[in-house]
Every structure is written in structure tokens, then in C-alpha cells.
């Protein structure tokens, strides 16, 4: 298994404050995806960076922002959380770039805002 | 618009039984991949099709990619309670240079 470790796994926070979640890969693998999971949605692509310090918005991307200041990790902020945001988020990486290396995601982490 | 469609959403089968989940779409995909979800997990890849008309096996999992590389389908022979969780299909658009993912097959097999 693709070494990504995604925290925290569960949290519950109140509607307007900030929340930021974390994927840490080991793998040294140069692409990084933000994907949120909703029922009747199926996988969305929020945010993916394509090296430190590279980042690009998906196709759901407002009220969240991203950094990667090192390889290894990719940052998840919901500068002020709304109840729409509620979701099971997953982390991906990659070798390559989309379409010429699959995916391997992280277990998740499920968020609800309340 | 959802941009590839998965069918069925949801299937609930005897053990034994043989099924053929469907991924269709009206555009072009360079590749198309398959995964599945168990409950509390991230999708774990299950093959990689690129080529139209393209058929790979995976112990009792059969998948084929269409000729014209606009759907795919994934066939189970003798389906076992191990095979329970969430299908997904995924494709990779090179007009965009996006990646598309269906709303998923949830199967359940009944011991």
C-alpha cells in the first residue's frame, strides 16, 4: 500500500471556524489531489499540486485553499467551514501526472460541520 | 451533467451469481481506470484499460474497454462476499487533461 496518512480521520467542527487537514505521503511521489466524497456527487477534485509550492483548483474549489511547502506533505484549509462542507475528504498521489499513473488515496478523513 | 454514468447504482446479489457492472460516457477517454471502496476506506485501483476494445483479467474480474474507448464494463464471475464494496470508474479526458470519475456501482453479496 502507498504509504499516505491522512489526519486527522474524524473531526466535528462549528460552522465559521477554520479547519485544516493533512496528507503526509512517503512515497516521494511529485502529485498530490484534495478529493471530497458525497453521496450522489462521487469523487470531486477540490485542489492537486504538481510539485512544492505548485498548486491548481479542481473543479470544486471554493471556500478552500491548499499549500505544499514540502514534497511530502499537502495542506487542506477551510478558512471558515460551512455546512456544505461537510463531507468525507480524501487525499491522493501520484507518480506522474493524471492519466499516465493511477491514484492512491488515503483512508480519508470525515468532516462535519455543524 | 454527469459525465460518466455508472450502472447500476446499486446491486444485491447471491454468492455464486455472475454480474456486469457498466461505465458509459459520450466522450473520448485516453484511459479508463476501475477501483473499489470498503467502508472507512480511500478507492484502491483494481486495472488500467488504454487501449479500445482492450479485455484484462483479474482472477474472477473481467474488464473491457470499449472500441470507440467511450465505456467500459466490469464483469465478476462467481461473485463472493469478499467482492462487496463501492465500483468506481474513472477516466481520463485528454481534451482537458481531467480525470472523471462515475458516482460508483455499490455491490453487496449475500452469503
Known amino acids: 500500500d502507498a504509504g499516505i496518512t491522512q489526519s486527522p480521520r474524524h473531526k466535528v467542527t462549528e460552522t465559521g471556524t477554520p479547519v485544516t487537514l493533512r496528507c503526509h505521503q512517503t512515497?516521494?511521489?511529485?502529485?498530490m489531489y484534495w478529493y471530497r466524497q458525497d453521496p450522489g456527487h462521487g469523487l470531486r477534485l477540490i485542489h492537486y499540486s504538481y510539485g512544492v509550492k505548485d498548486t491548481d483548483k479542481g473543479e470544486v474549489s471554493d471556500g478552500y485553499s491548499v499549500s505544499r511547502s514540502k514534497t511530502e506533505d499537502f495542506l487542506l484549509t477551510l478558512e471558515s467551514a460551512t455546512s456544505s462542507q461537510t463531507s468525507v475528504y480524501f487525499c491522493?498521489?501520484?507518480?506522474?501526472?493524471?492519466?499516465?499513473?493511477?491514484?492512491?488515496f488515503g483512508n480519508g478523513t470525515r468532516l462535519t460541520v455543524t | 451533467t454527469q459525465l460518466l454514468e455508472q450502472s447500476p447504482q446499486f446491486l444485491s446479489i447471491q454468492e455464486g451469481e455472475n454480474l456486469t457492472v457498466y461505465c458509459n460516457s459520450s466522450s473520448v477517454f485516453s484511459s479508463l481506470q476501475w477501483y473499489r471502496q470498503e467502508p472507512g476506506e480511500g478507492p484502491v485501483l483494481l486495472v488500467t484499460v488504454v487501449t479500445g476494445g482492450e479485455v484484462k483479467k483479474l482472477k474472477r474480474l473481467t474488464f473491457q474497454f470499449g472500441d470507440a474507448r467511450k465505456d467500459s464494463s466490469l464483469h465478476i464471475t462467481a461473485a463472493q462476499p469478499g467482492d462487496t464494496g463501492l465500483y468506481l470508474c474513472?477516466?481520463?479526458?485528454?481534451?482537458?487533461?481531467?480525470?472523471?470519475f462515475g458516482k460508483g456501482t455499490r455491490l453487496h453479496i449475500l452469503p
Open positions: 491522493a498521489i501520484s507518480q506522474r501526472e493524471v492519466g499516465n499513473s493511477p491514484l492512491h
Open positions: 512515497e516521494n511521489h511529485r502529485y
Open positions: 474513472a477516466g481520463h479526458r485528454n481534451r482537458d487533461d481531467k480525470i472523471i
